[in-house]
């Protein structure tokens, strides 16, 4: 059982940047690949980012959709059972609420095969 639990959402103007991050409760939380999901109002819940699980000597692979590449990096520290989503150059399209997830493999979160979810975190881009 892995509890994830979102912080760092908010309000920022076009262009700017801002960090969440999710931590995980739960002695498993090492083992799962992560990633980041965003829902705007009326849309789907949609595939941001994932990072495999890494090892001691490697950070972990990550993929991030067409629509954030170049501007959001996802990252994760297994020491302190969090996972992070750095976001730059936002735009207003960007608004939406942000879920973390943790899965088994990048590909089952890449395709939402999810085995749990954050509660999601509101992030805000005012043009």
């Known amino acids: 059982q892995v509890t994830l639990v979102e912080s760092g959402g908010g309000l920022v103007q076009a262009g700017g940047s801002l960090g969440l991050s999710c931590a995980g409760a739960?002695?498993?939380?090492?083992?799962?690949?992560m990633g980041w999901f965003r829902q705007a109002p009326g849309k789907e819940r949609a595939f941001v980012a994932v990072?495999?699980?890494?090892?001691?000597?490697?950070?972990?692979?990550?993929v991030y959709a067409d629509s954030v590449k170049g501007r959001f990096t996802i990252s994760r520290d297994n020491a302190k059972n969090t996972v992070y989503l750095q976001m730059s150059s936002l735009k207003p399209e960007d608004t939406a609420v942000y879920y973390c997830?943790?899965?088994?493999?990048?590909?089952?979160?890449?395709?939402?095969?999810?085995?749990?979810w954050g509660q999601g975190t509101q992030v805000t881009v005012s043009s």
């Open positions: 990072i495999s699980p890494g090892t001691t000597v490697s950070p972990g692979s990550t």
């Open positions: 739960g002695r498993t939380f090492s083992s799962y690949s």
């Open positions: 997830a943790a899965g088994n493999r990048p590909a089952d979160i890449i395709r939402t095969r999810i085995d749990y």
